[in-house]
């Protein structure tokens, strides 16, 4: 029995079949690309986001400034007179008492001055005594004069003369006893002068700065500022002077607390207390646009024993207020978002250039401060919640308004809640994840 043939196809047939068969396929890939497309569209988009449940905290608002370590107690000693130093008994470090002297000037020059005056003095005292021996004689030669007047035995031009010989006398006395006066005086500012060629210590304590030697030349007047010669401190009671920004120097009050790190004790926290706030600002550039203002703010440290030195770099956190017991969220979760703003609608192309020619004011843009907000979890959809905020720590910040104790707030990542979240978008809660990624770190 002879086997039924299969039927043998040409080579266009093959090609023709290959090519249908191709474009089948070509279809349903298509078909399945725009069907996922079309899915893809409709799923909904999550955010990630972490929370954390709103609670009660106590939190303690912090202002942190830099600067030195001080003596709260010191006197630069400056010469008062010019002159060579011949004596410096103490050097930087020594403890020096109070009356002790601290610094001796060459005193030579002073003493010609000294014997000049009284030289000057002497001779006009001797000229006084001539002058009494005349007033006397003068005084006779009145009396006299006037027994003979009165008996008509003198004439009127007698008597006038033997007056004015008297009178002239005592007005001589009266100038030899200012000019007595006068040297007397310059005597004294001599002696002044030669009195602070010695220095004597004002107060006790350390010298802690030194700035010449014995041998060196000092300059010194009255009126100003002498040299500089050392500094004397007391160390028993040491401050923090910081420099606080005119921002927050508002917030700083007397009595405040403060912890102190002092760079040269890293393992040791000083505490302190805020006892003097200055009045005037302390400025840097000036002019510049690095300007910047700033307030001395004094701390006096409980130093507890340790060599605390002046001029040491120090920290302060100054404690300006504490509250207790009160709603708080983390410091990232607030977040500003801008108002929309009314502006003026242009009439027209003529209109258009009208409202651009305004100023900002005229085209009726009224600028609106950013309000705070937060974003809240409520069944996995965000919520924005206008907040009003109080004092803040390190990590957590006052709520006074918007939000009640126990609700879910978003605080996490900054991405998300700084640009990302909008109201109603849709989230995805991923603490543990989170979590587990502090772990690992």
């Given at each position: 029995?002879?086997?039924?043939?299969?039927?043998?196809?040409?080579?266009?047939q093959?090609?023709?079949?290959?090519?249908?068969?191709?474009?089948?396929?070509?279809?349903?890939?298509?078909?399945?690309?725009?069907?996922?497309?079309?899915?893809?569209?409709?799923?909904?988009?999550?955010?990630?986001?972490?929370t954390?449940?709103?609670?009660?905290?106590?939190?303690?608002?912090?202002?942190?400034?830099t600067?030195?370590v001080?003596?709260?107690?010191?006197?630069?000693?400056?010469?008062?007179?010019?002159?060579?130093?011949?004596?410096?008994?103490?050097?930087?470090?020594?403890?020096?008492?109070?009356?002790?002297?601290?610094?001796?000037?060459?005193?030579?020059?002073?003493?010609?001055?000294?014997?000049q005056?009284?030289?000057?003095?002497?001779?006009?005292?001797?000229n006084?005594?001539?002058?009494?021996?005349?007033?006397?004689?003068f005084?006779?030669?009145l009396?006299?004069?006037?027994?003979?007047?009165?008996?008509?035995l003198?004439?009127?031009s007698?008597?006038?003369?033997?007056?004015a010989n008297?009178?002239?006398t005592?007005?001589?006395?009266?100038?030899?006893?200012?000019?007595?006066?006068?040297?007397?005086?310059?005597?004294?500012?001599?002696?002044?002068?030669?009195?602070?060629?010695?220095?004597?210590a004002?107060?006790?304590?350390?010298?802690?700065q030194?700035?010449?030697?014995v041998?060196e030349?000092?300059?010194g007047?009255?009126?100003?500022?002498?040299?500089?010669?050392?500094?004397?401190?007391?160390?028993?009671?040491?401050?923090?002077?910081?420099?606080?920004?005119?921002?927050?120097?508002?917030?700083v009050?007397i009595?405040?607390?403060?912890?102190?790190e002092?760079?040269?004790?890293?393992?040791?926290?000083f505490?302190?207390?805020?006892y003097?706030?200055?009045?005037?600002?302390?400025?840097?550039?000036?002019?510049?646009?690095?300007?910047?203002?700033?307030f001395?703010?004094?701390?006096?440290?409980?130093?507890?024993?340790?060599?605390?030195?002046?001029g040491?770099?120090?920290?302060?956190?100054?404690?300006?207020?504490?509250?207790?017991?009160v709603?708080?969220?983390?410091?990232?979760?607030?977040?500003?978002?801008?108002?929309?703003?009314?502006?003026m609608?242009?009439?027209?192309q003529?209109?258009?250039?009208?409202?651009?020619?305004?100023?900002?004011e005229e085209?009726?843009?009224?600028?609106?401060?950013?309000?705070?907000?937060v974003?809240?979890?409520?069944?996995?959809?965000?919520?924005?919640?206008?907040?009003?905020?109080?004092?803040?720590?390190?990590?957590?910040?006052?709520?006074?308004?918007?939000?009640?104790?126990?609700e879910?707030?978003?605080?996490?990542?900054?991405?998300?809640?700084?640009k990302?979240?909008?109201?109603?978008?849709?989230?995805?809660v991923?603490?543990?994840?989170?979590?587990?990624?502090?772990?690992?770190?």
């Amino acid at each position: 029995m002879d086997m039924e043939k299969k039927p043998v196809l040409s080579n266009n047939q093959k090609k023709r079949k290959r090519k249908r068969l191709f474009w089948i396929l070509f279809s349903v890939v298509l078909f399945l690309i725009i069907i996922a497309l079309i899915l893809s569209r409709k799923k909904e988009k999550f955010i990630e986001v972490q929370t954390e449940k709103v609670s009660r905290r106590n939190i303690t608002q912090i202002v942190t400034a830099t600067g030195k370590v001080q003596a709260e107690k010191k006197v630069n000693i400056s010469a008062e007179v010019s002159g060579e130093i011949i004596s410096l008994p103490y050097k930087e470090g020594d403890e020096v008492k109070k009356g002790s002297v601290v610094v001796r000037i060459k005193p030579d020059a002073y003493y010609p001055q000294l014997r000049q005056q009284r030289a000057a003095i002497k001779v006009q005292e001797e000229n006084l005594k001539a002058q009494e021996v005349n007033l006397k004689k003068f005084e006779l030669e009145l009396q006299r004069i006037k027994e003979l007047y009165n008996k008509g035995l003198a004439s009127q031009s007698e008597l006038d003369n033997a007056q004015a010989n008297y009178d002239a006398t005592i007005a001589n006395m009266n100038t030899i006893r200012a000019q007595i006066n006068q040297q007397r005086a310059g005597l004294s500012a001599v002696n002044y002068d030669l009195s602070k060629t010695t220095i004597y210590a004002p107060m006790s304590g350390t010298v802690t700065q030194l700035n010449n030697e014995v041998g060196e030349k000092v300059l010194g007047t009255m009126s100003n500022m002498g040299s500089n010669i050392l500094t004397i401190s007391d160390l028993s009671s040491m401050i923090c002077e910081v420099e606080v920004g005119e921002t927050d120097v508002t917030l700083v009050k007397i009595g405040d607390k403060a912890k102190i790190e002092v760079d040269a004790f890293a393992d040791k926290i000083f505490n302190g207390t805020v006892y003097e706030i200055a009045n005037t600002a302390k400025a840097k550039g000036t002019g510049t646009q690095e300007e910047v203002v700033n307030f001395i703010v004094k701390i006096r440290i409980d130093k507890e024993g340790y060599d605390l030195r002046p001029g040491m770099s120090c920290t302060a956190d100054i404690e300006v207020e504490h509250k207790e017991n009160v709603i708080a969220v983390p410091i990232q979760s607030v977040t500003t978002r801008d108002d929309d703003t009314a502006r003026m609608e242009p009439k027209g192309q003529e209109g258009e250039q009208e409202v651009m020619n305004m100023k900002l004011e005229e085209r009726g843009i009224k600028k609106v401060k950013p309000k705070e907000i937060v974003f809240v979890n409520e069944n996995g959809v965000a919520k924005k919640r206008v907040v009003k905020t109080g004092i803040s720590d390190d990590a957590y910040i006052e709520i006074i308004e918007g939000l009640n104790e126990g609700e879910e707030v978003i605080k996490g990542s900054f991405k998300a809640i700084s640009k990302e979240l909008e109201e109603n978008s849709k989230i995805k809660v991923e603490n543990n994840k989170k979590k587990e990624t502090k772990e690992d770190k």
